[in-house]
């Protein structure tokens, strides 16, 4: 690794607010951020679009407090994330590495696929995907037993399509 790239840090637990308009995570230093609209369902996994930071959260049972890891971050100081409580793996092309419990990422080039078990990790599961034009955001629900998708996610994989298609 060379002095420029980015290394792995563990995240500490942070205060979570889930809200009818987004979700607000508060920092170690007293700042938050808020992740603005309801995260789309999908079932087990997600592929972020390309060029997209992908922000990871894990909350807790009682959805009061989670732990926040950024995939692949390479402009953030290590300092600053030390101090704001958020975590970071750094992965390369091809990689996959489990970031909790129930909770895999795998780095596919210029995408980061996220897949996870929320009865394994024990708390809702978030996927923030975000550049300078936008945010996406999505939760990571258990699979059907059924193996039907159903009709709430029919228009949902209208529009995750068109964010995935390079």
Do not use: Q
Request: with cysteine; net charge negative; charged share 30%.
């Amino acid at each position: 690794m060379t002095e420029t790239e980015r290394s792995d840090i563990a995240p500490d637990t942070l205060h979570v607010s889930l809200d009818p308009d987004g979700v607000e995570v508060e920092y170690l230093d007293g700042r938050s951020v808020f992740y603005h609209g309801i995260p789309r369902k999908k079932e087990a996994s997600v592929v972020c679009p390309p060029g997209r930071d992908a922000h990871v959260l894990v909350t807790s049972p009682d959805e009061t407090e989670g732990v926040m890891v950024y995939v692949n971050d390479r402009t953030t100081d290590d300092g600053i994330l030390e101090s704001t409580g958020v975590g970071r793996v750094v992965l390369g092309r091809g990689e996959e590495a489990s970031l909790f419990p129930g909770v895999d990422v795998e780095n596919r080039g210029y995408r980061i696929a996220v897949s996870a078990d929320p009865d394994v990790a024990r708390g809702r599961v978030f996927v923030f995907a975000e550049d300078e034009t936008g945010e996406a955001s999505y939760e990571l629900v258990a699979e059907a037993d059924d193996g039907a998708s159903g009709a709430d996610n029919a228009g949902e994989h209208e529009r995750a399509t068109d964010e995935n298609d390079t």
